[in-house]
Each structure stands twice: as C-alpha cells, then as structure tokens.
C-alpha cells in the first residue's frame, strides 16, 4: 500500500484538508460539495453537543440556544488558551475546542483516504503573532500537541503563503518569480519564491524561496473596521451622555466588533453599566439598542451583518443592512466607499508589508511576474486594486483562492513523508 499523507489548512475564518499519495494531490469534501468548511462550532446550551461548519452557524443564525465560537486560531499562543473559557456554564480549555474541530475534518479525510492518516503539514502564519517570537513558538508548539492528540505521528509545518505557491506550481510552463498575497481571516502573508513545475516534486525548496514577511492583519480586522464605522452607530456608538457632553466609552462596541471576544459581554455587570449610562445617555433610543444586544445576547447577529455587508460589497457599491433582529423595521444603508475608508490604513500596512518582502528577496516590484492571491480577504476590491497598482507588470493569479493552502500543504506533506 502506497504511502498517504496529508496536508491541513485550519484557518482563522475557513479551513481545509487534502490529501497526497504517489499519484495525486486532492482535496477532501469537508461538507456536503465543500471543500472549505468555516471553522465555527456552536454548542447547544442544553448539553453542549457540538456542531461544526455551516451547520453550526444556521443553528445560531436561526437562534438556538447555545455557544458560537469562531476565530479560533486566534487564541494559539496567547494566554486566553491556557484560561479557556465558559461554554453554557461548563469551563472548557480551548485546546479540547480546536482538537474537536480538527478532529472533524481528519475524520472526514480518513474516510476518503479508508485508512488512518498518521502524517500531516499544518500550515501555518508567518507570525501568529506580531513581534513576539515566544507567543509565535508556543502557538506552533500548541498546534503541534494538538496534532499530536489527533493521531498523527508525523507532524511538519509549512508556511501558508509558500503553500499557496506549491498549489499553483502544477498549471504553470515556464519558471516565474512570484509574490504570494495570502489574505486570511487573522493575518497577511507574503512570500517571494521563483516556481517552476519542475520542482514539484523537489523535498528541499528552501533555495526558492527567496523571502517572506507577515503581519497580524486579516479579514476579521475589515470586519472590525466595518462595524466601528457603519453598524455599531446604530447601538450608539460615539453619541454622548451627561453633563459634560462626553462620548459613551467605547470599549463595549470593539468587543461587539470581534468574533473571538463578542462572547466576554454578556455578564450582570457589563449590563449594569450599561443600564447605568442609560439613564444619561444624549440618544436613549441607539443607546437602549446596545442593551438589548447584551440582554438578548445577539452580538454574534450583528457581526453576521457586518460579514454580509462586506461580501456584498464585494459586488455592490452599496447595501442595505438589515437589523431585523433588533427590529423588523430597522436597516441601514451601508456604501462601499464607507468600506474602503474604513479600511485603509490597514491596507496600507498590508501594502508596506508586501513591499518590504519584495525588497528582502533582493528585487522590485517590476521584477515580479506572477501575483498569486489567495484567502477570502483577497475577494475585497480594493486590496485587489491596490495590489494590481504595486505590481503593474505581473499577472495576477485568484484561482482556489479558499482552498489553494490546503493543496499545497498536502504537495508538500507528500515531499516530506512519501
């Protein structure tokens, strides 16, 4: 029997698995005709069974009782996943949560493959996390136990953005020097590497790799900045209150903003404060909305809006936004141009970022001829833009943008182990 391997992209907003053998490289249907499943778990409050994916996110978007928890990559290698968190009155340790979910998907590979899976390349960021090489090593240190409790034997990481690169390597003719933009959910990576499809098999491809850089910046960061500027006003954000005409504090909406921490706002004393403020508040009927998003805990509601708005986006240059479930009545239109401005110093650092990897590889901008975008962040049109601007000369590649990490993962798990 032929050696098989296989190669996991868990990712901040969408993961996938994919499989390597002798004489293929395929990805795994992690749902129903899908290739990439959004790493999400809900958790039912009755007894907390746990459901993954898309199936996780109906039953909290059709508001069943019970936990969502997205962003989960997010926590490796900071002190949140050795503090864990409550799930429905029952403290669990967020390594139990992401080894569930990988879990699910290893599952879903063996079954494909009809055979246990004991070697895999986890990808991984350039940087976890920014300027910290202690949180960067603990957080592969915590991927790797984890995968050591799925069952794997063998365990090697690789760079997403490099990953990105080994995917796209088959469909090309001749050798290209390449920028890799990996744009996902938690961070932006970037690797400049010369490809050829006669490297494909080739174990040791450190002499192409001519650079790589990242920055803790990703499509949860678009979202944040998207909320701040066109859904949080609607819950009061940046009104004022008393006497002295001062601006509500404005913490409680950056955590209403961010997926990993929307969940720390639903206690007694968060509501009191709010409840307290009230009473001074310049616009009771905005402000009175950011009490009822506590009481009836539907931050999770409001950041599926914030998320259908920039994918509307996307296509539209502008959107309606509905609140239906703080009132039918309720809706906002958001443009597109509020999107970019919203977002545009963080392109800007992405931008810096990519150009600064170009420079350490030894070469400019004008030099590099293919442009690989992968990740769903790479989808917003103005990074595309922005990136078509840096690089004028290069063709620009969007093709598997989800799922092209997995691909190369497994490419290079086969290198690796056979």
Known sequence: MSPISCGIDFGTSNSSIALADANQVSLVETEAGQYTIP??????????????????????LSKRPGRLMRSLKRVLGTPVMRQGTMVNGEVMKFDQ?????LEKIKTKAELQAGRELEAVTMGRPVHFTDNNPEADRRAEDELKAIANRLGFKSVSFQFEPIAAAFAHENGLTSEKLALVVDLGGGTSDFTVIKLSNKNLRKPDRSSDILANTG?????????????????MPILGYRSTYGVKNLEVPPYHYHDLSEWSKVNMLYTNRIVFQVKQLLFESHDKTKYKRLLQVLEEETGHSLLAATEETKI?????????TSFAFLDPELSAEVKRQTFNTAIDGRVQKISQTALECV????????QIELVILTGGTTEVPKVQQQFQNLFPNAEVSGENKLSSVGLGLAYDSRNKFG
Do not use: C, H, V, W
């Open 312 to 320: 509307a986006l996307t296509n539209e240059e502008q959107f309606q």
């Open 97 to 101: 949560i992401i080894t569930a979910f």
């Open 215 to 231: 920055i803790r910046i990703g499509g949860n960061d678009f979202d944040k900045d998207l909320s701040l500027a066109a859904i």
């Open 39 to 60: 790493s999400a778990m809900f958790f039912l409050r009755k007894d907390n069974t746990a459901f993954y994916g898309r199936e996780a996110m109906e039953l909290f």
């Open 359 to 366: 420079k350490n590889a030894g070469t400019t901008p004008d």
